[in-house]
């Protein structure tokens, strides 16, 4: 199914937005609208959770480490903001609009930053979680600031499907003696094909049928999860090809809803047979000045609204009105890597400064995406300039604590000798990445490193 069959033709422009409205009449089952550019997802406010009062020393502690990060933040700033005013825009935007990068993680003594586990849902050998306690609470506090001071907060897919993180600020002001929580950091997740984001919505990665259309609904399930999404309106930058089908997807499962309908039924309304419907609704952006040449790359922002029945509540929790809950995404379609067929991380952080105005993003895991930016970083920064770094910060929390054989290292596919044959012999070996200005610093039980690239 082509895409354009799902979003239509775009209509006259609307008044008010700088792009038109996508047509609503090629497909009822698909609600389809229209987003202004640059309009981010929503930034909700949360309360927080408590923690214990921190000592003197913890707060002086935590408060040198972000102080020294807001520096380098303001550096970083003040260096492309000089760039811009002596080069055109347009020459390089994904290198000169990259947010400032943190890589902020948690690991043992051991350099492992999870335990391989065990899963009945997904068979993978490499299964492995990050929901393994390894810091101390007053660690937990530090995360949470650093993760205040950042536009976004980024996690692979595989992190995304086995913890459900919710990759959000949880410490009340009243821990870190000041007004802390104003708007919550974007959640970004790096799901290349949009697999983890299948599994999370419909427990497998839908294959397409080999047997023709007529039997795609024995392979499309019949139901949907999207309350499996605990992180508040993530962005989740794939492939263009993985957004396009997943769009189909969407309108095929939509589709098998419908015969279970009847006519006088309103969209979202269940009848007797069901005990879940769906009413999906996708906002997809169009740019019209510019021939719709950049649509391919634009966000669409999806919401699913599913309304439960509540006669198939237990009898002690029966209610006579259904239930309706609603769970909102943003797909950011973005450049593959012409050598590992996985997202252009250089693109990705552009696109995500571009569409949404992200300035900043503390890259929290899992260990192929740490290793991926530091091996990103091998290409770009040897030899080069400040301004050109690909990584700017590195916090890692060392926890007093030991897994083994069964932990995930967490720069385990990060490899200075990368590109070079390993049976060749030679006496000159690439340089080791080095960080600059490091130092440790004490907190509760843990040493935090803090340097940068």
């Not at 697999?195 to 919505?201: D, G, I, T």
């Not at 039997?215 to 396009?244: G, L, T």
């Not at 301004?387 to 890692?396: G, K, S």
Request: glycine letters at 6%.
């Amino acid at each position: 199914m082509q895409h354009q069959s799902i979003l239509g033709e775009c209509a006259v422009p609307s008044p008010g937005f700088d792009f038109p409205l996508v047509k609503d009449g090629v497909n009822p089952q698909l609600d389809i609208k229209d987003v202004k550019t640059g309009d981010a997802p929503s930034k909700v406010s949360n309360s927080g959770e408590n923690v214990d009062e921190l000592s003197e020393t913890d707060c002086e502690a935590i408060n040198s480490i972000i102080s020294q990060l807001s520096s380098w933040m303001d550096a970083k700033r003040q260096r492309e903001s000089n760039i811009r005013n002596q080069k055109s825009f347009e020459e390089k935007p994904h290198t000169y609009c990259r947010p400032f990068v943190t890589l902020a993680y948690a690991q043992t003594l051991d350099g492992m930053i999870a335990a391989r586990v065990a899963s009945r849902d997904y068979i993978d050998e490499q299964q492995t979680t990050s929901n393994l306690k390894l810091s101390c609470p007053q660690s937990f506090v530090l995360t949470h600031r650093l993760r205040n001071m950042h536009d976004a907060i980024m996690v692979g897919g595989s992190t995304f499907l086995l913890d459900a993180p919710r990759l959000n600020v949880r410490v009340s002001s009243k821990i870190t003696r000041e007004s802390m929580i104003e708007q919550q950091p974007i959640p970004v997740v790096l799901d290349t094909h949009l697999h983890s984001l299948q599994k999370l919505l419909w427990g497998k990665v839908i294959q397409n049928s080999s047997d023709g259309e007529e039997y795609r609904d024995h392979w499309m399930p019949k139901d949907m999860f999207p309350e499996n999404i605990r992180a508040q309106n993530p962005v989740i930058c794939c492939s263009s090809d993985a957004a396009r089908l997943f769009l189909d997807y969407l309108e095929l499962f939509q589709q098998q809803q419908t015969p279970l309908k009847k006519v006088d039924e309103l969209p979202g309304q269940l009848n007797r047979q069901q005990k879940r419907v769906y009413v999906v609704t996708v906002y997809k952006m169009v740019d019209e000045r510019n021939d719709h040449e950049g649509d391919l790359f634009l966000p669409i922002k999806i919401s699913i609204q599913t309304t439960h029945d509540g006669r198939n509540r237990q009898k002690e929790t029966l209610a006579q009105s259904d239930t309706t809950t609603t769970t909102t995404f943003t797909l950011l379609p973005c450049q593959i890597h012409k050598n590992c067929k996985m997202l252009d991380l250089e693109y990705t952080l552009g696109q995500l400064n571009k569409q949404l105005q992200i300035e900043s993003v503390m890259v929290e895991g899992g260990a192929s995406v740490l290793s991926s930016f530091l091996n990103k970083c091998l290409s770009a920064n040897d030899g080069k300039t400040a301004e050109n770094r690909f990584v700017d910060c590195v916090c890692a929390t060392i926890s007093a604590s030991l897994i083994g054989m069964r932990g995930l290292p967490v720069f385990g596919e990060f490899d200075i000798f990368r590109g070079q044959d390993p049976d060749e012999s030679t006496s000159e070996y690439p340089n080791p990445l080095v960080l600059r200005d490091g130092r440790f610093v004490t907190l509760g039980r843990d040493s935090i490193f803090l340097g940068r690239l």
